[in-house]
Structures are given as C-alpha cells and as structure tokens.
C-alpha cells in the first residue's frame, strides 16, 4: 500500500508515520511519529508536527488520523493541524517562487519548523541573506562606490556564473551549501564553460571575497573557504616585453593621420620610459613636472600603492612631449588605449609568433600568438623593468623609479628567457 503523494506546484508534500508500515504492520497500536516530508528536485528535508498516531488509526491514502466512531478522540484537531500546516507551506512555496527562481529549501524547513511549534516568525530579510547570490550582489551594490570599475565588472561576472552553475544546479546557493563538494563543482562548471584556469582564478578569487564579507559580518559562520583545498587555481601567463630596438622602430612610426592610434603609441611609450602602471601612465599632464636642481622630473603619485616616485625627464620622454608642445598626450579611455596599442604594434611589424601556453577546459593549451596581440598597456611597465634589468641597471635603482617594495615583487616583471638570463650574468663578470 502506498501513500498518496500530495503534488504543490512547485515540490512533493507528504505525510507519513516516522517508521515504516512494514515494521508498524508488526504492532499496528504503537505510536508513531506524524512526519511532513518536503521535496524539490533532489533537496528534500522532513519535520515532526509534534502529534503521534498509531498504523490503526492512521489512513495511509488519505494522508491523516481516522475520523468516526471508535477512532482516536482528536482526530479532527490532529487533520485541522496538517491541513494548515500544508496550506501554509503552500502559501510559503508559492511567496519564494515570486522572489526566486528556485526553492530556498532550508528557508522553507525553518519557516514551517516555527510555524509547527508556534513559535514567531522568522525575519526573512536575515534568511534572504543567507543566500550566496543574494547577499553578494548586495554587497557589491553597497561597496561599488569605493571599488575601481574593473573590479565592479569582475565580481558581476563572478555573480552571473554563480547564477548560471545555480540554474544548472537546480537549488538555490546559500552560504551553507559552500563546502568543499560545492567548491569542486563550481570549479568543473567554469572549465567546462571553457575558462582558463586564470579565469576561473579570478572567479574563486571574487567568491572568497563575498564569503569573508559575510563571515566578518556575522551572516554566516562559515570559514570553509580558508581551507587550503579551497584555493584560487592561478598559472604563470606568458607575458612579454618591447625590446629597445623595437622601442625605437614604434617610436619612428608616423600615424599622424590617425589621431587615437599616434595618441595611443605616444601615450604607450611615456609608459614605457617610465616604468609606471597605465592608471598613473595614461593622463600625465604639467601638474605632475617639478625641477630638481635644475632638472625636471616627472613627480608621481602612484594611485595603487600610494608611493611617491620621480623619473627624470628624458631625451625620448622630451621628444614625445615635443609634439604636444612640451606637454603630455591627452587620456584615452582605457579600451581604446589597448586596442590602439595592438594596432600599433602590428603595423610597426612586431608580428613574431610566440608560444605561448595556458589551461582552458581543464586541458593544457599550446598556441603560436602574434608579438602585437599579446602587448597589453601592462606591457610598458614590463618593458621598462626588463630593459634596465638586460642593461644591468642595479635592480634597487630601477625599483627606484618602478615603486617596487621587494626585488621579489620587481622580478615578477622581468620578461626574459634563461639562457639570456645567464648571459647577462655572464656578462657581468661573474667567472671573471
């Protein structure tokens, strides 16, 4: 005999006794347990409603005590009391779906564990935070004010995976459900979304920063994501540099009668001689000039590390001024910067192919990549730490100018294969 299955439009409720009918069939008068049982899509939870029943007088179809002559005495109170209790979850079931797209099972198990004990009402805008999607997209709203843009738009991208491994997942994402299970899951969907293990990197990385955020504010006492399982996947990127020779043949290009792409390769190249991030690089403008001793400088404040830092204004620094009448180019926004730069080097012939290597899918990629596609507004600042390390410039000096706090930090920057390592090695009178 099986139990009727009462079908909400959006999950299975039943009721049933806690034991089983086989093992209750053996001693039909001993009492047991009313269960609700609860599930969606493979999440499923099942509560006591605090009354018992023995098999005798428990109607296995219908789902409730006996009711007639003979019968248990509160049999139309016990049914009253599932009857509300079903209409309620259905009520429940019914709200949740107007706010989500799936089934916040655990919401739902506590909001009808407080309506069985008659206790108040849970506060639902504590519960809503508890779910991961939710609470992060709150947070980045309260905090974009305070973030650059570009990391604004990562941790919305982060978001939207999050949505997405949701939606293929079938449940609802609350930070009780971040565990190291979760973690491998999410990780295989990114691969299997053809990120490259930097990708997904980045993507761990911006979770982890959600999770801390609600850990530190006493939303969830979750610590999981401090484990040293749950890592963020990250592999060395082939990254590349301009040679002088290469520096010079850019600087002799003439695109004068394109005005972004001379203004992108002028702006580059003030990086490129200065060794600064693109943030400090791209909207130098006569503020940023003193004189020291007779000589100028270019003074900067570099906006990430906050240090102060002073490059002399060199022969090729003055000649790229030169054409904006002793002044710096104007900014470009950044998109239009990298992709002029690109255009640039491509037409100063920087078409060398390079190999390069990365994770993608969870498979190890080899590709030939053209120079010019691979120079990013990054690349000015590699290109000033590598050539001053090839000239054998005293890598503190260079740091000097470059901000750098260690010389771990600078060699990071240097670009250069290891036989050309060893030959400046060689060079500088090592075996003499």
């Given at each position: 005999?099986?139990?009727?299955?009462?079908?909400?439009?959006?999950?299975?409720?039943?009721?049933?006794?806690?034991?089983?009918?086989?093992?209750?069939?053996?001693?039909?008068?001993?009492?047991?347990?009313?269960?609700?049982?609860?599930?969606?899509?493979?999440?499923?939870?099942?509560?006591?409603?605090?009354?018992?029943?023995?098999?005798?007088?428990?109607?296995?179809?219908?789902?409730?005590?006996?009711?007639?002559?003979?019968?248990?005495?509160?049999?139309?109170?016990?049914?009253?009391?599932?009857?509300?209790?079903?209409?309620?979850?259905?009520?429940?079931?019914?709200?949740?779906?107007?706010?989500?797209?799936?089934?916040?099972?655990?919401?739902?198990?506590?909001?009808?564990?407080?309506?069985?004990?008659?206790?108040?009402?849970?506060?639902?805008?504590?519960?809503?935070?508890?779910?991961?999607?939710?609470?992060?997209?709150?947070?980045?709203?309260?905090?974009?004010?305070?973030?650059?843009?570009?990391?604004?738009?990562?941790?919305?991208?982060?978001?939207?995976?999050?949505?997405?491994?949701?939606?293929?997942?079938?449940y609802l994402l609350r930070f009780d459900d971040v565990d190291l299970s979760f973690y491998r899951g999410f990780v295989q969907f990114l691969e299997n979304e053809g990120y490259s293990l930097n990708s997904v990197g980045k993507h761990i990385k911006n979770l982890k920063v959600f999770l801390n955020d609600a850990l530190t504010n006493g939303v969830t006492d979750n610590?999981?994501?401090?484990?040293?399982?749950?890592?963020?996947?990250?592999?060395?990127?082939?990254?590349?540099?301009?040679?002088?020779?290469?520096?010079?043949?850019?600087?002799?290009?003439?695109?004068?009668?394109?005005?972004?792409?001379?203004?992108?390769?002028?702006?580059?190249?003030?990086?490129?001689?200065?060794?600064?991030?693109?943030?400090?690089?791209?909207?130098?403008?006569?503020?940023?000039?003193?004189?020291?001793?007779?000589?100028?400088?270019?003074?900067?404040?570099?906006?990430?590390?906050?240090?102060?830092?002073?490059?002399?204004?060199?022969?090729?620094?003055?000649?790229?001024?030169?054409?904006?009448?002793?002044?710096?180019?104007?900014?470009?926004?950044?998109?239009?910067?990298?992709?002029?730069?690109?255009?640039?080097?491509?037409?100063?012939?920087?078409?060398?192919?390079?190999?390069?290597?990365?994770?993608?899918?969870?498979?190890?990629?080899?590709?030939?990549?053209?120079?010019?596609?691979?120079?990013?507004?990054?690349?000015?600042?590699?290109?000033?730490?590598?050539?001053?390390?090839?000239?054998?410039?005293?890598?503190?000096?260079?740091?000097?100018?470059?901000?750098?706090?260690?010389?771990?930090?600078?060699?990071?920057?240097?670009?250069?294969?290891?036989?050309?390592?060893?030959?400046?090695?060689?060079?500088?009178?090592?075996?003499?």
């Amino acid at each position: 005999m099986s139990n009727l299955v009462l079908q909400s439009t959006h999950g299975v409720i039943r009721f049933s006794l806690k034991e089983s009918i086989k093992s209750l069939e053996l001693t039909p008068k001993k009492e047991s347990l009313i269960m609700l049982h609860f599930s969606s899509k493979g999440r499923r939870f099942k509560k006591s409603i605090g009354y018992k029943c023995s098999l005798k007088n428990w109607d296995v179809t219908k789902q409730r005590v006996k009711t007639g002559k003979g019968m248990v005495a509160n049999a139309y109170e016990v049914n009253a009391f599932i009857n509300n209790i079903q209409s309620y979850a259905e009520e429940e079931l019914t709200k949740i779906k107007k706010i989500n797209d799936f089934i916040d099972v655990k919401l739902l198990s506590s909001l009808i564990e407080k309506k069985i004990k008659g206790e108040d009402e849970i506060d639902r805008e504590e519960e809503k935070n508890k779910e991961l999607i939710y609470y992060s997209r709150k947070v980045l709203e309260q905090k974009k004010s305070q973030i650059k843009i570009v990391t604004t738009r990562s941790c919305n991208q982060t978001i939207k995976m999050l949505e997405k491994y949701e939606k293929s997942s079938g449940y609802l994402l609350r930070f009780d459900d971040v565990d190291l299970s979760f973690y491998r899951g999410f990780v295989q969907f990114l691969e299997n979304e053809g990120y490259s293990l930097n990708s997904v990197g980045k993507h761990i990385k911006n979770l982890k920063v959600f999770l801390n955020d609600a850990l530190t504010n006493g939303v969830t006492d979750n610590s999981i994501f401090k484990s040293r399982s749950f890592k963020v996947l990250k592999e060395t990127t082939t990254e590349i540099f301009l040679t002088k020779e290469e520096l010079e043949i850019l600087a002799n290009e003439d695109f004068s009668k394109r005005s972004k792409l001379e203004l992108a390769k002028d702006i580059f190249l003030i990086g490129c001689y200065t060794g600064q991030r693109v943030s400090d690089y791209n909207g130098f403008t006569e503020e940023n000039i003193e004189v020291i001793k007779g000589r100028e400088v270019i003074k900067i404040h570099q906006k990430k590390t906050g240090t102060i830092v002073r490059i002399p204004i060199t022969s090729k620094i003055q000649k790229v001024m030169d054409r904006y009448n002793g002044g710096f180019p104007p900014k470009l926004s950044e998109p239009i910067l990298r992709e002029n730069i690109k255009l640039a080097c491509k037409k100063a012939g920087f078409k060398e192919l390079i190999t390069v290597s990365y994770t993608k899918g969870g498979r190890l990629v080899r590709e030939g990549i053209p120079k010019y596609d691979l120079v990013k507004t990054h690349t000015a600042r590699r290109t000033f730490c590598t050539n001053h390390y090839i000239d054998q410039k005293p890598i503190q000096n260079i740091m000097l100018f470059s901000g750098h706090k260690t010389e771990r930090e600078f060699l990071k920057y240097v670009r250069i294969e290891k036989r050309e390592e060893a030959l400046i090695v060689m060079e500088s009178g090592f075996f003499d």
